[in-house]
C-alpha cells in the first residue's frame, strides 16, 4: 500500500469512529521545495517580496476537481511541482496547484494544508483566499447533497474564525479583476472556469447569509 492510500485510509478509519462533522487532516507535500516555489509565486504574481507564505483570509473560493474520487484528487495536489499533463500552467510556475481542503463526495472534510497558508488555486486572489475542493464535478458525477452541506459547514467555521468578505465559486473569479484584492499582474494569464456551478454556490451563500457576504463584483 502506498503512502497515499495508507494517509486516506487512516483518515477514513478516523473519520468512521463519530457522526460528528469534523475535519480530519491529510496533508499534503508541502517541503522546502514547495515552500521556495509559493513565496517565488507570490512574488512574480503578486509583486509580494515576503518572508513566509501565510495569507490573510479575505475569501472563500468553492471548486470542483473533475477528477472522479477522493485519492485521484488528493495525488493531484500531494506533490510539490505541477506533473507534466498540466503544461498551461507550467509555463506561469512551475509550483503545483492545491487546495487548503477537499470534500469528498460522502461529504468528508479533509485539510490538506494550514488554512492561513497560500494553495494555488484561484488566479489573481490565491493570496487572500481559502480554497474548498469537491471530489467530483465531472460529466456523471455531479457534486452531492453531503457535499453541500459540508462545504456550508466550512463557510461558517472559517467565516467565524476569520475576517471572510466574500464566498465566491471559482466561475466568478474574473469578476474581481480591478478589485483590490486582485493582484495577478499578467494581463493575459486567465483560464475559463464553470466550476462548482452556480446552483451550488447559490445554496452555500443562502445558507450563510447572516454573516453578511459582499456580493461579488459586477463588471
Known amino acids: 500500500m502506498n503512502r497515499i492510500a495508507f494517509v486516506i485510509l487512516l ?4 473519520t468512521a469512529c463519530t457522526t460528528q462533522k469534523k475535519i480530519v487532516d491529510i496533508p499534503i507535500i508541502f517541503d522546502d521545495q514547495r515552500i521556495e516555489l509559493t513565496k517565488e509565486y507570490m512574488a512574480q504574481r503578486y509583486g509580494l517580496d515576503k518572508d513566509s507564505t501565510q495569507i490573510t483570509p479575505k475569501m472563500v473560493v468553492l471548486h470542483w476537481t473533475a477528477i472522479p474520487s477522493l485519492q485521484k484528487s488528493f495525488t493531484a ?10 503544461p498551461d500552467l507550467v509555463n506561469v510556475s512551475g509550483l503545483n496547484v492545491s ?9 468528508t472534510i479533509y485539510r490538506l494544508m494550514p488554512e492561513t497558508t ?42 467565524s474564525k476569520y475576517d471572510i468578505e466574500y464566498v465566491i465559486g471559482h466561475q ?16 493575459g494569464y486567465r483560464t475559463t472556469k464553470t466550476d462548482p456551478g452556480m446552483d451550488f454556490v447559490e445554496k452555500v451563500r443562502k445558507a450563510t447569509k447572516k454573516f453578511n457576504f459582499k456580493p461579488v463584483p459586477t463588471k
Open 118 to 159: 497560500m494553495a494555488r488555486h484561484t488566479i489573481g486572489l490565491n493570496h487572500c483566499a481559502i480554497g474548498i475542493e469537491n471530489v467530483g464535478g465531472a460529466e456523471g458525477l455531479p457534486l452531492t447533497k453531503k457535499q453541500l452541506k459540508s462545504n456550508i459547514f466550512l463557510v461558517k467555521y472559517l467565516a
Open 99 to 107: 487546495s487548503q481542503f477537499l470534500v469528498d463526495q460522502d461529504g
Open 77 to 86: 495536489f500531494n506533490r510539490s511541482t505541477l506533473p507534466n499533463w498540466r
Open 172 to 187: 466568478e473569479y474574473t469578476q474581481f479583476e480591478g478589485h483590490p484584492f486582485w493582484l495577478e499582474v499578467d494581463e
Open 11 to 14: 483518515a477514513l478509519s478516523l
